[in-house]
Structures are given as structure tokens and as C-alpha cells.
């Protein structure tokens, strides 16, 4: 029985890291096909739609392969919506500020202008109205229904735990980039704890527009004179420092009252066995060399 279900959950995760890496590969095709015969008339956003929209029928096709767990839906009040805001904002700065530290080590040692190493640096600069839009909604909200819905739901029976580090794990690597993957990671571990617990789709897609129309709100902000972006810079410093604070202090406050519902695991599953399950098979290996190599281009190129 143990050996049959570490083969069952090597193949359902196998089935969901090849989806992921068909969307990966069909919509960064998209967008390199785009670049080669310089559309560049074309918003980035929608190249990116565009993208998606090529990318879904062999993406759902490879993921409807795995049973989806329908969630209880339950309510969210105002006040633990905002302790999950604050958590994702806090711990979201503390790995970003380690992404641009190795970044910034990278590019003493190599000479790379570490303004491209992150491409948010380039969407941030050219600010549109469909630039905001796709920043703010129309990217939260796919993003969330394809890791927090699509995904996340098809993980439920392998624990709660597991489902909100694996989908977690694959949103941070999904955006190929070191300084996003990590900032994505920790958020997304917040945002996939926010949707075990209630179920709901909407929660989810107002958290991550508040979370991204912050950041957006900043960069609009920036544009003035030396003194004004003084006085933004300044705020904003104090603005992170408050935010981690405060995620550290919550976390300390709740972290042991915490409850993840168990996975449905036969006994004789040592949780190395099961983990091994999860990430070492065909898909998602596959998936994860893919984004390895990304950020290493990002990186080093």
C-alpha cells in the first residue's frame, strides 16, 4: 500500500508540473516570437494575455488529469483579512530584500546592470493604463485562479500543508526571476494558507490586488521632483520596516495556533518518502530545470 500511493502521488504531481511547464513554455514562446519580429507596437500585457490564452488549452488538458478536491466555502472577517495582508506584505519585503542582496552580489562580481535583472524594474517604468490594469486585476486574478484554484484544489488531499507549499513553490518559480520567485514564494505560501482556510476565490483575488496596486501606487508616486521622491523614498523604508515588524509579531502570536488539515496518507509514508513524491518525478522536475534556468539567465545574461 505505501509503495502505491507514493506511485499515485508521484504521477498526479508528474501531471501537474507538466502543465505547468506546457503554460510555462507555450506562453514564453509566445512572448519570444513577439520580441523576434519586434510587435513592439503590441502592450507587454497583452502579449502576455495572449500568451496565456495559447498556453490554456494545453495546460488544462494536462491538469484536468488530476481530481479536483472541492473546498468548504467559510467567510473572512475584515480583521483577519488584513492580518493576512500585512503577513504577505512583511514577509514578501524580507525575501525581496534578499533577492536584490544576491542580485546585487551577482552584479559586483560580473558587471550586469542589476536594473534588468528584475523585469517588474521595466513594467514599473512604463506605467499605461493597461500596464495599471494588468497589474492590479486582470494578473492577480489569473494568477490566483491558477495556483491558489486550478492547482491548490487538485493538492487538498495530499494535506493542506503540502498543497500550500507546493503551490506556493511553483507560483514563486513560475516567475522566472530570482527576485520575484523568492517574493512570490513567500507570498504565495500566505495567500494558499488564506485559501485553505476559506474556500473562496475572492478573498484570495482582493488580497493579491491590494498587495500588487501597493506597489503600483509607489512606483506612479516616484515621478516628481527630487524632493518628492525623497520624501516617498523615506516613507516607503519606514512603510517596510512597519510591515515586517508587524509580520514577525503576528506570526510569533499565532504561529502555533495554526492548523493545516493532514493529508490522507497510509501508514508505512515516512514524509520524506512523500515529498520525494511530490518533486522528484518527470513534470515537475521538468518545470522546475526550466525556471533554474530562467533566473540564471536573468541573472548572468
Known amino acids: 500500500m505505501p509503495g502505491r500511493y507514493r506511485r499515485y502521488v508521484r504521477r498526479m504531481c508528474s501531471w501537474l508540473g507538466w502543465a505547468l511547464t506546457a503554460g510555462l513554455v507555450i506562453s514564453t514562446g509566445i512572448g519570444l516570437i513577439f520580441s523576434y519580429f519586434e510587435l513592439d507596437y503590441v502592450p507587454a500585457p497583452v502579449v502576455t494575455l495572449i500568451g496565456y490564452g495559447a498556453a490554456a488549452p494545453a495546460f488544462f488538458m494536462l491538469l484536468f488529469r488530476v481530481p479536483v478536491s472541492v473546498p ?3 467567510k473572512m472577517r475584515l480583521r483577519k483579512f488584513i492580518m493576512f495582508y500585512v503577513l504577505a506584505q512583511g514577509l514578501g519585503y524580507v525575501f525581496s530584500i534578499l533577492g536584490n542582496l544576491i542580485n546585487l552580489a551577482v552584479a559586483a562580481g560580473t558587471g550586469r546592470d542589476v536594473f534588468h535583472m528584475n523585469p517588474v524594474n521595466s513594467m514599473l517604468l512604463d506605467l499605461d493604463w493597461i500596464m495599471i490594469l494588468y497589474i492590479t486585476v486582470l494578473g492577480p486574478v489569473i494568477e490566483e485562479y491558477i495556483f491558489r484554484g486550478f492547482l491548490l484544489n487538485r493538492l487538498r488531499p495530499f494535506g493542506e500543508k503540502a498543497a500550500v507549499l507546493f503551490s506556493a513553490l511553483a507560483f514563486g518559480l513560475f516567475h522566472g526571476n530570482l527576485t520575484q520567485a523568492l517574493y512570490a514564494t513567500a507570498i504565495g505560501l500566505i ?3 488564506a485559501a485553505v482556510k476559506t474556500g473562496r476565490m475572492l478573498y484570495n483575488c482582493l488580497l493579491h490586488i491590494v498587495i500588487n496596486s501597493g506597489s503600483t501606487l509607489l512606483a506612479l508616486n516616484l515621478n516628481g521632483s527630487l524632493i518628492w521622491q525623497l520624501i516617498i523614498s523615506t516613507a516607503t523604508l519606514f512603510a517596510m520596516g512597519a510591515f515586517i515588524i508587524a509580520a514577525i509579531v503576528i506570526l510569533c502570536l499565532n504561529a502555533r495556533r495554526a492548523r493545516l488539515a493532514p493529508g490522507e496518507w497510509p501508514a508505512g509514508v515516512s514524509y520524506r518518502d512523500f515529498a520525494s513524491a511530490m518533486y522528484v518525478n ?10 533554474v534556468i530562467l533566473i540564471g539567465l536573468y541573472l548572468f545574461l
Do not use: A, R
Open 282 to 291: 518527470p513534470g515537475m522536475m521538468c518545470f522546475i530545470i526550466l525556471n
Open 191 to 193: 495567500l494558499g494558507y
Open 72 to 74: 468548504e466555502k467559510k
